[in-house]
DNA sequence: GACGGGATTTGCT
DNA sequence: GCAAATCCCGTCC
């Protein structure tokens, strides 16, 4: 049996009402988890190293000021993704979280990649290069987490307990991690809340601060 | 390494 | 109008 066929059968995808909860609990429960995109032939894995959470009374979040057509996936029962452009280039992917009617997700910003790494180093534009300097700055941004795994506004919305994309848990990566914490990246506004959970030590992980 | 500007579209005031 | 949950490339140390 070839690793990949190990990592498949390792994985075992989180149950529906792990996302019911708090956006900041999710947020740190999320983080070693492996992220999954099945698109045609490809799988494309990863391990998440860091996220942020964002809540409804939160000045930072999409869903402050309520329902609007941009993030009405915000307020959907936890366990769906809500992708949005951003700065009018970028997709960033969020997973939803809370019961419905509540707007609160969680942000993908960055992963370290596992399978489909050469489609991914493709998808960010990066041709003939090591696997080494492929790897360096691959996936470690919410942007580029999107481009690399190919998620974009057409998947705002989908289920996480489908098959095209979910979030697993894998025996091949449950060691011990130090977990850090700091404001969120990139806004302006409710930066007073420490609400970025990273991955301490690992290299897919911003380069602020 | 640090800093600065440009790309480019959408949503809301 | 303008700010935005970003990234990349250039310049100047």
Redesign the pocket.
């Given at each position: 049996m070839d690793q990949f066929t190990t990592l498949k059968q390792s994985l075992r995808k989180l149950p529906a009402d792990f996302y019911i909860r708090k956006a900041t609990a999710v947020a740190k429960d999320l983080l070693g988890k492996i992220i999954v995109h099945q698109a045609g032939k490809v799988f494309y894995s990863g391990m998440i190293t860091e996220v942020?959470a964002?809540r409804q009374n939160d000045e930072?979040?999409?869903?402050y000021?309520g329902i609007?057509?941009?993030?009405r996936v915000?307020f959907q029962e936890g366990g769906v993704i809500?992708v949005?452009?951003?700065?009018?280039?970028?997709d960033?992917m969020?997973v939803v979280t809370g019961c419905e009617g509540t707007g609160e997700?969680v942000?993908i910003?960055s992963i370290e990649p596992v399978t489909g790494i050469k489609q991914m180093a493709a998808n960010?534009?990066l041709k003939n290069l090591s696997m080494d300097s492929a790897l360096r700055?691959l996936t470690?941004?919410?942007?580029?987490?999107c481009?690399a795994m190919k998620v974009n506004r057409k998947h705002n919305g989908l289920n996480l307990m489908g098959e095209k994309i979910f979030i697993a848990e894998s025996g091949l990566f449950s060691g011990r991690m130090k977990i850090g914490r700091s404001e969120?990246?990139?806004?302006?506004?409710g930066t007073h809340l420490e609400w970025r959970y990273f991955i301490r030590d690992n290299q897919f992980v911003?380069k602020h601060k």
């Open positions: 942020e964002y930072a979040s999409h869903s000021r609007s057509k941009r993030n915000m809500y949005y452009l951003i700065y009018g280039m970028y960033c969020n997700a942000l910003r960010r534009g700055g470690d941004g919410p942007g580029k987490v481009q969120r990246i990139g806004i302006r506004k911003s």
